[in-house]
């Protein structure tokens, strides 16, 4: 039954349990409130770091160190293994100092399919200070175990939702905000990005409906688009010009195609830019995780700076 947790997105979801490995992430997870079913562990030694209201309301089970080494999906596990019900962000106690932290900058995961990818993303975005992160279907299950050992407790660090298709999108972003979406095409290619689709990375050009980039990908099995729909012109600037509006969210596009043309659309009707991330000519793409560390941190750069900047008009206010 762990094993089966651990890696059937289908199970997980049907019995609303996520199952978390080795003491860090347990340790997160029980301070931010997740509610602890089941702790199986090797030595007594390795409860004492963790909280012990949230233990004793669980059912501790010791169990022999090969047997967790069996069921572990880790190299060197360190004999550790909890099940907990699958956190509601709504309910969750995030860290005091990320909440003070948090800024009005958002991140729209499009498509992102790879775990890896995906977990360095959320752990960029935590790092960032983003307020929340939406994640569209298509995109990989957030509770898969690559993705939390990737994501190094980002979980436990910021509300992500998960599952959106991206008419409820609007509904989970707050009122006045502008979306952006990463690219790495020079302005001069836009026009030939519309109608002839070339498949870029997290960075990258938008999908052209109706159109694939490569029959064997495995991403287009689920395809869904209707060809001839028009891809919005969005007005096009560097990432590190000014663009950072108050709030403002950053769409970052999956591996193979890049932000969809949803996404261009919404950023389309919210007054959005496309941000160009810059590459030596040649390189045809970025790894989605790098484009939005890139975008995420020069948000949080211009955040910051336009906040010090208002500060400072408040105490000496220009009279005249």
């Given at each position: 039954?762990?094993?089966?947790?651990?890696?059937?997105?289908?199970?997980?979801?049907?019995?609303?349990?996520?199952?978390?490995?080795?003491?860090?992430?347990?340790?997160?997870?029980?301070?931010?409130?997740?509610?602890?079913?089941?702790?199986?562990?090797?030595?007594?030694?390795?409860?004492?770091?963790?909280?012990?209201?949230?233990?004793?309301?669980?059912?501790?089970?010791?169990?022999?160190?090969?047997?967790?080494?069996?069921?572990?999906?880790?190299?060197?596990?360190?004999?550790?293994?909890?099940?907990?019900?699958?956190?509601?962000?709504?309910?969750?106690?995030?860290?005091?100092?990320?909440?003070?932290?948090?800024?009005?900058?958002?991140?729209?995961?499009?498509?992102i399919r790879d775990p890896g990818n995906l977990g360095t993303i959320l752990r960029s975005a935590a790092g960032a200070g983003c307020e929340?992160?939406?994640?569209?279907?298509?995109?990989?299950?957030?509770?898969?175990?690559?993705?939390?050992?990737?994501?190094?407790?980002?979980?436990?660090?910021?509300?992500?939702?998960?599952?959106?298709?991206?008419?409820?999108?609007?509904?989970?972003?707050?009122?006045?905000?502008?979306?952006?979406?990463?690219?790495?095409?020079?302005?001069?290619?836009?026009?030939?990005?519309?109608?002839?689709?070339?498949g870029c990375s997290g960075a990258g050009s938008p999908e052209a409906p109706g159109k694939s980039k490569s029959k064997a990908a495995p991403e287009q099995e689920d395809e869904e688009s209707v060809a001839g729909v028009c891809i919005p012109e969005l007005p096009v600037q560097y990432y590190y010009e000014n663009w950072t509006q108050s709030p403002v969210a950053v769409v970052i596009g999956g591996e193979t195609h890049g932000v969809s043309a949803d996404a261009v659309h919404l950023a389309a009707s919210t007054g959005g830019k496309r941000l160009l991330i810059p590459v030596v000519p040649g390189v045809d793409s970025l790894n989605s995780a790098i484009a939005a560390g890139i975008v995420l941190f020069e948000g949080k750069r211009q955040l910051l700076q336009r906040h010090m900047q208002e500060d400072e008009k408040q105490k000496f206010p220009v009279v005249g």
């Open positions: 039954k762990v094993v089966t947790i651990a890696k059937s997105k289908k199970f997980r979801d049907h019995h609303g349990k996520v199952l978390l490995e080795g003491q860090r992430l347990i340790k997160d997870a029980l301070e931010a409130g997740a509610v602890l079913q089941t702790l199986f562990f090797s030595t007594l030694g390795q409860l004492k770091e963790l909280p012990e209201a949230q233990l004793k309301q669980a059912n501790l089970v010791k169990v022999k160190f090969g047997d967790v080494k069996i069921w572990s999906d880790v190299v060197t596990p360190q004999g550790l293994i909890g099940i907990f019900s699958k956190p509601n962000h709504a309910k969750m106690s995030y860290p005091a100092p990320q909440l003070t932290s948090s800024l009005p900058l958002l991140l729209i995961c499009d498509n929340k992160v939406l994640l569209t279907k298509g995109c990989v299950d957030p509770w898969e175990p690559k993705v939390l050992r990737a994501g190094m407790g980002a979980h436990f660090r910021l509300p992500i939702i998960a599952n959106l298709d991206w008419e409820s999108v609007p509904s989970n972003l707050p009122a006045g905000i502008q979306v952006c979406v990463a690219d790495n095409k020079e302005p001069g290619a836009q026009a030939e990005t519309a109608s002839v689709p070339r």
